[in-house]
């Protein structure tokens, strides 16, 4: 059974940093790509950034510039930072993930339908 585990929210203040993971069990299940959303209170879910394995990443507009993305590839984790963090930030921030046998999905990254599997979810809040 694939699970989805994100880890690393909490309260900061503005102008602070996070770093937020997210690990896929098992160890073996690789996605055709993976994808960080948010939702901030009150409104609608939130793309952030698509990634493949090829190494191709594509962020959304509104986080270009202080948001960045790295790999664990062997223990199958994906790390989102956030920098310089904004009050307008304060949201649940989900990964999901695509399997491999619905690749095609991938040319949509920001399209949350697509992804069939998703993780609970860790909760940043920025005070100002």
């Known amino acids: 059974q694939v699970q989805l585990e994100e880890s690393g929210g909490g309260s900061v203040e503005a102008g602070g940093s996070l770093r937020l993971s997210c690990t896929i069990s098992?160890?073996?299940?690789?996605?055709?790509?993976m994808g960080w959303f948010r939702q901030a209170p009150a409104q609608g879910r939130e793309g952030i950034v698509g990634?493949?394995?090829?190494?191709?990443?594509d962020w959304a507009d509104s986080v270009k510039g202080r948001f960045n993305l790295s790999r664990d590839g062997p223990k199958n984790t994906l790390y989102l930072q956030i920098n310089n963090l904004k009050p307008e930030d304060t949201a649940l921030y989900s990964c999901?993930?695509?399997?491999?046998?619905?690749?095609?999905?991938?040319?949509?990254?920001?399209?949350?339908?697509?992804?069939?599997?998703w993780g609970q979810g860790t909760r940043v809040t920025v005070s100002s």
């Open positions: 999901a993930a695509v399997p491999p046998w619905q690749a095609h999905f991938c040319r949509e990254y920001f399209a949350a339908r697509h992804y069939h599997y």
């Open positions: 990634f493949e394995s090829d190494g191709t990443i």
């Open positions: 098992p160890l073996t299940f690789a996605p055709a790509c």
